[in-house]
């Protein structure tokens, strides 16, 4: 059964006080539950969440399924987002994101069998005049090539 840790729990508190509505505390909360869920958000820590939050739990899902920043499965230790909007795909975004998933041997959306790496394609990153880029947890890495993707996510493992 998923529990905050006795400081995520104290962070879910304060953060209830620091807005006018509890339901606007329900993003960071979800962030921190990611953050001690090994990078993704549960059906279970919903339910754990709204129950500490004393807020519906269609609220939190909703919230949840809306971000895509919320991951609703379980990622690697390195969750690797390939921007695949327009400039990053005319700079060769398809085919890098190929090169890794053939590289580290993960399909799209799920975990290498070593734990370490998902790849998925995400819509625009916000870095166009420096494509292809990617995001690495909580990191970007901009004009990339297939040799410093790879040799990027290797120096992270
Ligand atoms: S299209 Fe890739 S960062 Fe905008």
């Known amino acids: 059964m998923f529990k905050l840790s006795p400081a995520g729990e104290e962070f879910v508190k304060k953060e209830l006080t620091r807005y006018e509505t509890k339901r606007s505390a329900i993003i960071p909360c979800l962030f921190k539950v990611q953050e001690e869920n090994k990078g993704w958000v549960s059906p279970e820590a919903v339910t754990y969440l ?3 939050m004393d807020l519906p739990e269609a609220w939190v899902n909703e919230v949840l399924n809306f971000y895509t920043m919320f991951n609703k499965e379980p990622v690697g230790k390195l969750h690797v987002q390939v921007c695949c909007n327009i400039s990053c795909c005319m700079n060769g975004a398809r085919e890098l994101t190929k090169h890794l998933k ?23 990153l916000g870095s166009c005049g420096t494509a292809p880029m990617m995001q690495v947890n909580d990191n970007y890495y901009e004009n990339l090539t297939h040799e410093s993707a790879v040799k990027t996510i290797k120096e992270l493992m």
């Open 50 to 52: 709204s129950g500490l």
């Open 102 to 124: 053939d590289t580290f041997n993960v399909k799209e959306g799920e975990v290498s069998a070593d734990g370490n790496v998902t790849i998925t394609r995400v819509e625009c």
